[in-house]
Structure formats: structure tokens, C-alpha cells
């Protein structure tokens, strides 16, 4: 199986700053990654998919780029709203699977 | 936009049954890949089964955790997929997402549902 690993497990920010996480395939998985935000007791929600495109209706702030097999996700300035979990995801082959998360809490 | 909307949770012992709904509505069914995933409290996501559409062959595919205990399935007459679960147990307690991609030739998930839990005590 793949493993996807993220770091750092969590990370305290303030409104306006830029903060970035990454998140490793222990494999090569092309560009079958995928980025999810989960707010507590809310469905994840589909941020970026295939390394670097933006979801429909996300806002530009949030940014996602790829060096082999790692990956990162960064938000340009944080905003209340970005208070929230981030997953990656890689669908290159089964299993699926998800990182375990990067939790950004409020400094 | 598409939708879904998944039933069936509740409280049952270890060793017990249980089977899971998700209804979908917005989207072409039929043609959708469909999945389940669960989250186990204060824990990550777990995907746990796939379905393809009839199209590929309907192809179903799950994570070693639940093989051989759970089932999933599909009736595009009812744009509803199905979770049968069977000899459950308390590490099966979780919250239960189904979802698919519905712009996607990719696997990623731009549709979710709100989720259902299962509680195995």
C-alpha cells in the first residue's frame, strides 16, 4: 500500500499569515494527489485535486505544488474560515489512501 | 451540484450486522464510481470500498480491514449504493462518508455526503 504521510501533524497560525504543510507518498503516484479540508463534525470538502488544481469555488489564497513525491499545500493568508484539518490523497492505485492530516489551529 | 445523502447508522454489538444507504441525486448515477470512506473518532479518513460504474464492469475493490465483512452495492434503478456490514467490530465504530467523483477521471472525491455513524458496543 501506499502511504501518505503529513507533516506537521498540526500547526498554530494566526489570521494573515502564510502557512505551508507538505505531505510525502512513500511511492511514486504521478499526479493522483488530491487535497481535502474537514471542519469538525462537517464532511471533508474537496479543495485541490490533481496536484495543483484549484476546486471550483476555493479560493485563490489556497495553493498546492509538487516535487516528485512530495507535496504541498499552502494558504497564501490565512483566513477564520481556513481553521481546519487537511488531508492528502493519493488515487494512483488501491488501496486509496489519505495522510493523517495537518491540523491548523488559531495561535 | 450533485448530492448524497447516506442512512442506516445506529448502535449495534460486536459481531452484529448492520447496512448503510446513500442515496444520490444531481448527478448521473449510473456512470459514477462510488465510495465509501470512514472516520473513527478523533481519527483520519479510512477509505474502505469502491464500486465502478456498471460500464467498467462494475468492479468492486476493498481495504483489507473490511474484506470479507463488508459488501458493497449498487442499484442504478434507485441511484442508491449499499454497505452491508457483517461481523462488526468496535474498531468499526466510525463515521461513514459515501462519495464519488463526478468530474472526475481522476478518483478524487468532489461529492460527499454528510455521513452516518456506526457505533459497534
Known amino acids: 500500500d501506499i502511504q501518505m504521510t503529513q507533516s506537521p501533524s498540526s500547526l498554530s497560525a494566526s489570521v494573515g499569515d502564510r502557512v505551508t504543510f507538505t505531505c510525502r507518498a512513500s511511492?511514486?503516484?504521478?499526479?493522483?494527489l488530491h487535497w481535502y479540508q474537514q471542519k469538525p463534525g462537517r464532511a471533508p470538502k474537496l479543495l485541490i485535486y490533481t496536484e495543483s488544481h484549484l476546486q471550483s469555488g476555493v479560493p485563490s489564497r489556497f495553493s498546492a505544488s509538487a516535487s516528485g513525491t512530495q507535496f504541498t499545500l499552502t494558504i497564501s493568508s490565512l483566513q477564520p474560515d481556513d481553521f481546519a484539518t487537511y488531508y492528502c490523497?493519493?488515487?494512483?492505485?488501491?488501496?486509496?489512501?489519505f495522510g493523517g492530516g495537518t491540523t491548523v489551529e488559531m495561535k | 451540484e450533485g448530492q448524497l445523502e447516506e442512512s442506516g447508522g445506529g448502535l449495534v454489538k460486536p459481531g452484529g450486522s448492520l447496512e448503510l444507504s446513500c442515496t444520490a441525486s444531481?448527478?448521473?448515477?449510473?456512470?459514477?464510481?462510488m465510495n465509501w470512506v470512514r472516520q473513527a473518532p478523533g481519527k483520519g479518513l479510512e477509505w474502505i470500498a469502491r464500486i465502478k460504474s456498471k460500464a467498467d464492469r462494475g468492479t468492486i475493490e476493498y481495504a483489507a480491514p473490511v474484506r470479507g465483512r463488508f459488501t458493497i452495492s449498487r442499484d442504478d434503478s434507485k441511484n442508491t449504493l449499499s454497505l452491508q456490514m457483517s461481523s462488526l467490530k468496535t474498531e468499526d465504530t466510525a463515521v461513514y462518508y459515501c462519495t464519488t467523483g463526478v468530474n472526475s477521471g481522476w478518483g478524487y472525491m468532489d461529492v460527499w455526503g454528510n455521513g452516518t455513524t456506526v457505533t459497534v458496543s
Open positions: 490523497q493519493q488515487t494512483y492505485t488501491m488501496p486509496l489512501t
Open positions: 511511492q511514486h503516484i504521478s499526479r493522483y
Open positions: 444531481g448527478f448521473t448515477f449510473t456512470n459514477a464510481w
